[in-house]
């Protein structure tokens, strides 16, 4: 650092090194059983020395947990709540700091609130929520008497029931939580340091504000965005309470719920090595984003705490 | 109003129209199940075969995850309005099925579907557990097990141990006498393991004793029913088995299965008491000593009653047509076919539920060849179930069980003694039970 | 207030914030609504009847020992996993940040974890742990003797927990420290190693100090880390056992309401959850106003 210390680097690196191998451990040692045989896996202790299996194990573990599928889905699922969380966010951080209208501020202090209740807080009737998107409308239907107010009305018996469930479905999935406004909040904050002048030369030149939006605000939002994308995709694919409650269906599966389909359960084989194998193929996805977009990722992280 | 008259006709025209394309193809039964892999595989082939078997009815089996997973699914489903006709739900959800308003009692689906059923034929112990305070079936017992006794045969011989009845259980006391001897002697680094304790040492030892584990009728005469457990009968064979604990004649090897079953299969036990599916379970397990299997033990001076079944029944749920409860109904009567009966027992180790099939079994000598296969039967069978023997039906009973199992292992780590567990799991229990009546009141 | 130019517009501003609205009414403030009605009612779970009980299902839930013990394990947990997370990512991000030259690639050997899902961080863990053969279990058992099984023995289960979700959150803490750590002006680390301040005396001194914004910040977001986002490992490792010993709030909350069917009792859960995670985030930004005053 400041003088020179060859003593104190060299336990400095040491101790670098110590760290990345306890940080690093489980995944070296999850590769490693995955590429053995069930015989040696399940050997005490299990040998260090990696084997020849990994391509067995990986294929294996890919049609017994039906991996393709669950992937897809997972997939799917978080490029929808990526897509859709930045989009809504996108535009209503928009709208909240560059007009000026009657429920700006109640706006966003409605957004501000959901910020800190996670959808592990509100399951069960979110849940209830996506069996039916429509209750809120029937609730209110029902409240009113309005079935009594109809037949009234036109002299027959009527009954409304709406029903619109989002269960075992694409959008059950990422609706109930592109609902958390944390990107709208990160979008606000920096909409806010964009300077005033850009604003008035875009008024002055007579443009709309979606041309504004467009061609200033977006290019100036890349990095947050690409940010945003590494955040949301992670944390998207990585849902697991919600997918578990709103799919039932085997074919609507998300892969991180489906692999405990993989891990042995005590009546059977220690076939470990399929099921890391399957580990490693379903992380896949969320860390090679990460590592492809580490840089903005960082950036991203570090501007979300201020 | 000439506009509502128009829609009304519209309407009816195009669901008129539509049917008519739909006569010509077999009417879809949804079966939720939360069989698993072999077990799956098992019941896949009797829907393949029933869809073999005519072509008005197609069944179509869907696996929702395990029993809590798929119990959800069917709730979910039913206030979604789009539940299937047949869901399986385990015997601790009884109770809310059968308050739900959502079934279709069997026994009435059966009359009204015009198919003639003879229960008397079926195993009394089995069909009580899913019967109605009157004594009407609601719901077709499918896959069902009880708690028999495994012993390790080469310990046993060891010690000079004779192997024990199949029909004729021990006693209590006798079992301490033989795990007395394992332990002295150092054959067996302890005694007895028991899976599943609230099932085996308390619900199916108050059966077998005919001691009332809640009041009115174990709670099928009323919501308002309260644990009995800490009686003084009870309480004394908690007593009994902690003080075993303290000389290694008993170890507590875990809540659910998997602890005493690998401490069993270890040797490090000598005597494991859990499900009949356990059988199948230890012959793919146990590769080095031979073990064998008895019913449970009796108090001494004992006429045993019959020991209660755990596992599924398959409910049928409220609001399909009058056309796919005749399927529905058909399906379940081919499922009680002697033929589907002997596959299920025989790939499974579940019990068979007519008394024809385990009769056909018996003549065709399977017991003679699998004589482990008859010990949970015989034990089920011993007996007609009295009105505290037959089962239990509480509501909240898997939180119930999570207070049993939270009581009784603190007996065994010696932090409360046994009489004022039992007395702490009744209060907390009654206080569940009082929830779940207020709730239905 | 910094005054702002803002676009004039009838419908726009209310087109654009449409979305975001639509979505947080249906999916957030209705289901929190009826989430706190539901949780002052008994509701059987087929949806057929409702009734009316005020705080009833408070009342059984606070004196009951059974949720009594799952706030203490809760704490427990959120604070062993926010101890170890942070010191080690502390520790290895100061020593990160001494070594100049491999800094982008440290971080890229460290960072992936973030990226791991719990359920799955649980998953590595439950097999490096596993009494039977997990070769950390076997470590234990030879090298402290001790008994290890988390099948039987509650705190071997919390243990393995802590391990899985600590060792996730040790990237993101990492990240959050090396950023922390190279905002420290140069000239104050300067002036004091020409005070004759060694290396550890700068660190405790000046870097940690100057941290401690970071540091508060990291212990509030690992501790609602691992009251909620841990749910995927308690349910594929311990299932809330061995005798509800793992059985976080979050857990319960599923357990009652999903498994157990208690639909009233689940939702006052869900509301005592809420207001716990508000008083700590509320609780954050007033202490972090307080210290960014400080630092000035």
Same mark, same amino acid.
């Given at each position: ?20 191998l ?29 084997? #020849?299996?990994?391509?067995? !194990?990986?294929?294996?573990? %890919?049609?017994? &947990? +039906? ?5 897809? $889905? ?23 700091v ?6 700006r ?36 239907? #029902?409240?009113?008497?309005? !079935?009594?107010?109809?037949? %009234?009305?036109? &002299? +027959? ?5 709406? $029903? ?77 309470? %919600? ?33 890391l194998?399957?580990?490693l193929?379903v ?14 990722f ?9 | ?28 039964i ?41 119990m ?56 009580s ?22 012993y390790?045969?080469?310990m046993?011989?060891?010690?000079g ?10 006693t ?67 007593e ?66 019959n ?94 069980r ?25 209060a ?14 | ?20 609205i ?99 961080s ?88 100057l941290?401690?914004?970071t540091?508060f ?36 909350v ?43």
């Open positions: 650092m400041v003088e020179k210390t060859p003593i104190l680097d060299f336990f400095t690196y040491a101790f670098l090194m110590l760290g990345i306890i940080v690093g451990f489980p995944i070296i040692y999850s590769l490693i059983a995955a590429t053995l045989p069930l015989d040696e896996v399940s050997r005490v202790p299990m040998p260090m020395i990696p084997g #020849d299996q990994f391509l067995v !194990n990986m294929t294996e573990a %890919w049609t017994r &947990g +039906n991996l393709g599928t669950q992937i897809t $889905n997972s997939i799917i699922m978080a490029t929808g709540i990526t897509f859709g969380k930045i989009v809504v966010s996108m535009i209503g951080a928009f709208s909240i560059y007009f000026d209208y009657k429920f501020k109640l706006a966003f202090a409605s957004v501000f609130c959901t910020l800190m209740l996670p959808v592990e807080v509100r399951i069960l009737p979110t849940y209830e929520m996506a069996a039916n998107v429509l209750s809120p409308v029937q609730t209110i239907w #029902d409240f009113l008497h309005l !079935n009594g107010l109809v037949s %009234w009305f036109t &002299g +027959n018996d009527f009954s409304l029931s709406l $029903n619109w469930s989002l269960l075992d479905s694409y959008p059950g999935l990422i609706f109930p939580l592109i609902a958390s406004a944390t990107c709208t909040f990160l979008f606000r904050q920096f909409f806010l340091t964009i300077p005033e002048e850009l604003c008035e030369a875009a008024k002055i030149d007579g443009a709309t504000p979606m041309i504004f939006f467009r061609k200033i605000l977006f290019p100036l939002s890349k990095t947050n965005i690409a940010a945003l994308v590494v955040i949301e995709f992670v944390y998207g694919y990585n849902q697991y309470l %919600w997918p578990l409650l709103v799919t039932t269906n085997t074919k609507m599966t998300t892969a991180v719920i489906g692999l405990q389909n993989l891990i042995p359960q005590a009546d059977d084989l220690p076939e470990w090595n399929i099921a194998g399957g580990a193929l992380m896949l996805p969320p860390v090679l984003v990460v590592l492809f977009m580490q840089r903005w960082v950036k991203g992280l570090i501007e979300k705490e201020k | 109003m000439k506009l509502s008259r128009f829609c009304l006709l519209f309407i009816t025209a195009v669901c008129l129209a539509l049917p008519a394309s739909a006569f010509a193809k077999p009417v879809t949804n079966w939720w199940h939360a069989m698993r892999s072999a077990r799956g595989e098992v019941a896949a082939k009797m829907i393949a075969d029933f869809n073999a078997s005519q072509s008005d009815y197609k069944v179509v089996g869907t696996f929702k995850g395990n029993y809590d997973e798929t959800n699914a069917g709730v979910a489903a039913f206030r979604a309005k789009k539940q299937p006709h047949i869901l399986q739900v385990f015997e601790v959800g009884t109770q809310t099925m059968m308050l739900s308003g959502a079934v279709y009692p069997v026994f009435e689906l059966m009359k009204d579907a015009g198919i003639e059923v003879d229960w008397s034929r079926y195993l009394q112990a089995v069909l557990y899913y019967m109605n305070a009157d004594g009407n079936l609601m719901s077709m017992p499918f896959n069902s097990s009880t708690p028999i006794m495994y390790n045969v080469d046993f011989k060891k010690a141990i004779a192997p024990l009845s199949k029909t004729e259980p021990v209590w006391d006798e079992l301490g006498e033989i795990t007395k001897k394992l332990v002295d002697a150092k054959i067996a680094p302890a005694g007895m393991v028991t899976a599943w304790q609230s099932w085996t040492q308390i619900e199916n030892y108050s059966a077998i004793h005919n001691i009332a584990f809640a009041s009115k009728a174990n709670g099928y005469k009323g919501l308002d029913c309260k644990l009995e457990i800490n009686n003084p009968t009870v309480a004394k064979h908690i009994r088995l902690k003080s075993w604990a303290d000389d290694k004649r008993f170890m507590y090897g875990g809540q659910k299965y998997q602890g005493p079953k690998s401490e069993f299969i270890a040797q490090n036990a000598a005597i494991y008491i859990d499900s009949i599916s356990g059988i199948a379970k230890l012959k793919k397990a146990v590769k080095d000593f031979k073990w064998d299997a008895a019913p449970l033990p009796i108090e001494a001076g004992t006429k045993p009653q020991s209660i079944i755990g596992g599924a029944s398959l409910w049928v749920l409220n609001g399909h047509t009058k056309e796919e409860y005749k399927g529905a109904a058909a399906f379940l009567k081919f499922l009680s076919s002697n033929q589907m009966q002997e596959y299920w027992h025989k790939e499974t180790g579940y019990f068979p539920i007519t008394i024809d099939a385990y009769e056909d079994l018996k003549s065709k000598g399977y017991y003679t060849a699998n004589p482990l296969q008859e010990v949970g039967i015989t034990q089920l069978n011993r007996a007609i179930p009295t009105e505290i023997s037959r089962g239990l039906r509480l509501g909240y009973f898997v939180q119930i999570n207070i049993i199992n939270e009581e009784l292992e603190m007996v065994w780590n010696g932090k409360k003694a046994p009489q004022k567990a039992l007395d702490d799991a009744v907390r229990s009654n206080t569940q039970l009082a929830t779940f009546a207020k709730t239905y009141k | 207030m910094i005054k702002r130019s803002f676009f004039k517009s009838r419908y726009l501003p209310y087109l654009l914030i449409f979305p975001q639509l979505v947080t009414l249906t999916f957030f403030y209705w289901p929190a609504i009826q989430g706190i009605l539901q949780s002052f009612m008994l509701s059987d779970p087929f949806g057929r009847k409702s009734t009316f009980v005020w705080f009833y299902n408070y009342i059984e839930l606070f004196t009951d020992p059974l949720y009594l013990k799952s706030i203490l394990i809760t704490f427990v947990f959120s604070l062993a996993t926010a101890a170890v997370s942070i010191s080690l990512g502390l520790f290895i991000a100061s020593m990160a940040n001494r070594a100049l030259k491999a800094k982008a690639l440290v971080r890229t050997m460290l960072i992936w974890p973030y990226a791991v899902a719990p359920a799955i649980g998953i590595m863990w439950l097999f490096l742990l596993h009494p039977s053969y997990g070769v950390v279990a076997l470590a234990i058992k030879k090298w402290m003797g001790i008994d290890w099984n988390p099948v039987l023995y509650g705190s071997d289960a919390m243990i393995m927990i802590v391990m899985a979700s600590a060792w996730k959150e040790v990237s993101y803490n990492f990240v959050f420290f090396m950023a922390g750590m190279q905002a420290v002006p140069k000239s104050l680390i300067e002036a004091a190693a020409i005070d004759g301040a060694g290396p550890l005396r700068r660190f405790w001194t000046i870097t940690f100090p941290l401690s914004p540091f910040f990291l212990t509030v977001m690992n501790i609602i880390y691992s009251f909620f986002e841990t749910f995927g490992i308690i349910h594929t490792v311990t299932q809330g056992g061995p005798g509800g010993s793992t059985n976080i709030l979050v857990y319960k599923y357990q009652d309401g999903f498994v157990g069917l208690n639909l009233g009792s689940s939702a006052a859960q869900s509301v005592v959850l809420m207001s716990l995670i508000i008083i700590i985030t509320v609780l954050q930004f007033k202490f972090v106003e307080k210290k960014v005053q400080y630092s000035g």
